[in-house]
């Protein structure tokens, strides 16, 4: 498989010009992510799920920061939106009731939060895509190399690369 039309359409609004930088896996990636997870659940409540997604909870090398995600549905994201915005300002990108992403800084590492539609496919096939990598340490080690390989390539080239390999897991998971 290669790139769906959404795919192409999201990859167009990227960058052609920013570069990548692509950095060794960081040991306290796991504390700043209890950190965050903490003051957010102390915001929306305990019973909400926050997660530790991307390279960081894999222990691979990535983009020097940390993914958190707030699996929701769609009913609750005017509800979570503004508890979000309270704490940490106005959204970097917003899908409506898809995917609504924050940027943070905790003890000076990035931290992007997201708020992602439970159900939608986004989050689904993101939990397929990390589960093949947990399960398959050979393909973990294939990612963290085209992570690697992706130092200093633009935003758009590196995302496309990285989207195709998610593509073509995704597709080996359906059998």
């Known amino acids: 498989m290669k790139l769906s039309e959404k795919d192409k359409d999201w990859l167009a609004h990227l960058s052609k010009e920013d570069k990548v930088k692509i950095v060794p896996f960081d040991k306290s990636a796991e504390e700043k992510f209890q950190k965050v997870k903490a003051i957010i659940k102390e915001k929306i409540g305990k019973e909400v799920e926050v997660e530790h997604r991307g390279a960081s909870s894999l222990g691979i090398s990535g983009q020097d920061e940390i993914d958190i995600y707030i699996p929701i549905l769609k009913k609750d994201f005017e509800k979570y939106t503004k508890y979000l915005i309270e704490l940490f300002g106005e959204p970097r990108s ?7 992403r924050f ?19 986004g989050w689904l096939n993101g939990l397929k895509f990390e589960e093949y990598l947990k399960n398959n340490k050979e393909c973990l080690r294939r990612y963290e190399e085209l992570k690697e390989s992706g130092n200093g390539m633009s935003v758009q080239e590196y995302y496309t690369r990285k989207v195709e390999f998610i593509n073509n897991i995704l597709d080996k998971c359906k059998i």
């Open 94 to 100: 917003v899908y409506l009731l898809e995917r609504i």
């Open 103 to 121: 940027k943070i800084n905790i003890d000076g590492k990035k931290v992007d939060v997201f708020l992602i539609d439970k159900e939608g496919e």
